[in-house]
């Protein structure tokens, strides 16, 4: 365990927010638009957390047919985004806990991170929409580094602009792109068990916690 937590860096979808709704909806437009039939919203939940391009690449693979590359895999990135950037309002779904949580490791004096694969520029509407603009002290977004999740970098970069050594910090997420980030950045890792995690095994990830409720993570916390 982190002695004493310095920082705590939240995975985005489907740990702080239930934003799978909100994400299908925004790909089942783009597959239609394309001319493809809408994929369940339990399928696409196991395609989060990644990142928006591979969501899309795995609509269009699962679509059939071959993957469009280059110009045409770009003008149906554009097009998602554009539906992503609609279905907003939906995607604006906190976790119960997720508050209190975030409220409660500021009080105790913990920095706290968004460390997501989602595009960064839909991380600001979304805080303004969950009324959590004050609550973060550093965000990094799927595409505001050169590299994303699994990669160490953005675990890494956020623990150097706090100054805090990863192992006294905790990755918090809910999948295994999450739990291979914190490995790779020898940062301890709190899981949820509620997220998409696409069949990932939660108990054998070496996490300190298994969580259904993020408040737990207060008893890493001092007082
Ligand atoms: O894949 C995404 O776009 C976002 O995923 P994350 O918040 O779970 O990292
Ligand atoms: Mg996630």
Redesign the pocket.
């Known amino acids: 365990m982190p002695s004493p937590l310095r920082a705590a860096l939240f ?5 702080l927010i239930d934003s799978a709704t909100g ?1 299908a909806s925004a790909l089942n437009h783009t597959l239609q638009a394309l001319g493809h039939a809408p994929e369940p919203e339990t399928l696409i939940r196991t395609w ?5 391009r ?2 899309l690449r795995q609509g269009l693979q699962h679509a059939g047919g071959d993957l469009p590359d280059g110009e045409a895999f770009e003008s149906a990135y554009a097009l998602l985004m554009r539906h992503y950037a609609d279905s907003l309002p939906l995607q604006a779904r906190a976790y119960p806990g997720a508050e209190d949580a975030l409220q409660g490791l500021h009080a105790r004096g913990v920095r706290v991170a968004l ?5 960064q520029r839909f991380i600001a509407p979304l805080f303004e929409a969950l009324g959590w603009n004050d609550l973060f002290d550093a965000v990094v977004g ?1 595409d505001t580094l050169p590299v ?2 699994p990669d160490p970098e953005p675990l890494w970069h956020i623990a150097r602009g706090f100054g805090i050594d990863p192992a006294q910090s905790v990755m918090v ?3 295994r ?2 739990a291979e980030a914190a490995r790779a950045a020898g940062m301890p890792l709190v899981l949820v068990d509620y ?2 995690r696409r069949g990932y095994d939660l108990q054998t990830a070496g996490a300190l916690q298994v969580t259904a409720d993020l408040r737990s993570l207060l008893d890493l916390a001092v007082e």
């Open positions: 995975d985005l979808d489907g740990t994400i989060i957390g990644d990142g928006a591979q969501l460390c997501t694969n989602k595009p799927g994303h999740k997420g809910d999948s792109t999450d997220g998409y």
